[in-house]
């Protein structure tokens, strides 16, 4: 397995615009997840944002907040993960938005607490698709080819395979897998129990899971064990 900037195998993803109990949070928190990560596509504010984080401050884990709307960057998170949308056409999602955020907040910046994620969307269907535009009909061979500019060309520390809402296409996950040689390799989407999280964690580095937590709690609880078990797969 390459070496990973940040040693996680194992991640959930919290989204400030749903909700989510005490005893529930309480539950993922304690979970033996590896961190925690703030976003969402959607309904992100600076409001619900910063609640959510004075709840997982309560529990000795690290905080990510992946950011997606300049109004909703908060202070006070351990890192602050920043997506290049690289199948989109809209270079808004590239470098836009990026530039108008480092103008905005210049010296502000704390770049030491920023990774970078070259994010590759892969369900046409999700609202992250639908606001970026990302091409999403990409066979496995042109997603890898996304992956090897954002591992090779651009030097980037993640390449983020999201299908946001469904669980991926495996033959993808690996083809991609075998071209990325220095990025950490993350895959979200569909994760609804530890088949799916199993398949996953064998082939990439980190494995995101998300909805599971307020579809079906305990289902996600037990993809923490079931990546944080299973090899990574020799290619």
């Not at 989510?20 to 600076?46: F, P, Q």
């Not at 992956?147 to 996950?173: N, R």
């Not at 979200?188 to 990439?204: D, F, N, R, S, Y």
């Amino acid at each position: 397995m390459r070496q990973m900037i940040q040693p996680w195998r194992h991640v959930f993803k919290l989204d400030p615009d749903r909700e989510l109990g005490d005893r529930e949070l309480e539950a993922v928190c304690l979970s033996g997840t590896d961190a925690i990560l703030v976003g969402g596509s959607t309904g992100v504010t600076y409001e619900n944002t910063v609640a959510l984080l004075a709840r997982v401050r309560q529990y000795r884990l690290t905080c990510a907040l992946e950011i997606s709307d300049l109004e909703a960057v908060v202070p006070g998170f351990d890192l602050y993960m920043i997506p290049m949308v690289l199948n989109s056409p809209d270079t808004d999602w590239i470098l836009g938005h990026h530039r108008r955020a480092i103008e905005r907040y210049g010296s502000l910046i704390p770049w030491e607490q920023l990774l970078t994620e070259g994010y590759i969307v892969l369900n046409g269907d999700s609202s992250v698709a639908r606001l970026t535009g990302a091409d999403s009909s990409l066979s496995g061979e042109g997603a890898a080819a996304y992956a090897q500019i954002a591992d090779k060309l651009m030097s980037l520390p993640v390449v983020y395979l999201e299908y946001s809402g469904v669980f991926g296409d495996m033959d993808t996950v690996r083809t991609v897998r075998e071209t990325v040689e220095h990025s950490q390799l993350f895959y979200g989407g569909g994760i609804t129990g530890v088949a799916e999280a199993g398949q996953a964690a064998a082939l990439c580095d980190t494995v995101v899971v998300g909805n599971v937590i307020y579809q079906d709690l305990q289902q996600a609880l037990l993809t923490v064990e079931a990546v944080k078990r299973t090899p990574q797969i020799e290619l």
